[in-house]
């Protein structure tokens, strides 16, 4: 099956800078990638995804980076906002999503005002 | 449509208890999917339904959980003979399944605290 490592486990960094969170995938199966923002009680929320046929994709001050080759992507948070601090998770998915996700351990960042 | 609706929030039951979940999915998805997440974990996924049909459940834990989705709209988690080890926050979600892919949205959860 499917599986799915994520570094740092933590990260700290001053409001402001960017914030790089990066995951890889074992299963070459896997064509679908979104990331996940998790508050203090909540769900998981879908921040951004790509798909296996994008190398990247941005969305405002966030972005997310494929290399299929190197089974691995990255979150990228710029000029990061005390909002961001969160969990935030990278999940892999076959079908495009149609199926089961399989998620990273999750990494906490905060942000440091 | 608010999303994707659990009741209830958190439940806390004595260690032998049966307990039971509900999952009410944004009304057009016709997936609808179970995960388990423990403290400091990733969601771990369960087991998951197309319409009423059960697609999927070689990861619900032990024989003491079940699902079901008997109109293929609200499901159900019952977990019988509750054990410590259950405690953790049962997570729903739902999706439309397409040509392309979509993402999921995730219900608020379940926080279940066997004691």
């Known amino acids: 099956g499917e599986n799915v490592e994520q570094h740092p486990s933590t990260l700290s960094v001053q409001e402001g800078d960017s914030a790089v969170i990066k995951c890889t995938y074992s299963?070459?199966?896997?064509?679908?990638f979104p990331w996940y923002k998790q508050e203090l009680g909540k769900g998981p929320q879908l921040i951004i995804d790509?798909?296996?046929?994008?190398g990247e994709k941005k969305d405002q001050r966030i972005a997310v980076t494929l290399n299929k080759t190197a089974k691995h992507f990255s979150l990228h948070i710029t000029e990061t906002q005390p909002e961001d601090s969160a969990v935030y998770f990278c999940?892999?998915?076959?079908?495009?999503?149609?199926?089961?996700?399989?998620f990273g351990t999750g990494t906490r960042l905060t942000i440091i005002p | 449509d608010t999303g994707v609706s659990q009741d209830p929030r958190h439940k806390i039951t004595k260690r032998g208890q049966n307990v039971t979940f509900r999952c009410d999915p944004i009304s057009e998805h016709n997936r609808l999917y179970w995960y388990r997440q423990t403290l400091g974990q990733g969601p771990e996924f369960l087991t998951y339904f197309q319409n009423e049909a059960q697609l999927e459940k070689s990861r619900l834990l032990s024989n003491r959980f079940s699902a079901e989705r008997p109109k293929g709209s609200f499901s159900t988690l019952e977990i019988q003979r509750t054990e410590q080890g259950d405690s953790a926050m049962y997570l729903c979600?739902?999706?439309?399944?397409?040509?392309?892919?979509?993402?999921?949205?995730f219900g608020s959860g379940t926080r279940l605290t066997v004691v």
């Open positions: 979600a739902s999706s439309l399944t397409r040509t392309g892919g979509n993402g999921y949205t």
């Open positions: 999940a892999a998915s076959p079908d495009f999503g149609n199926e089961k996700l399989t």
């Open positions: 790509i798909r296996s046929n994008v």
């Open positions: 299963d070459s199966a896997s064509n679908y």
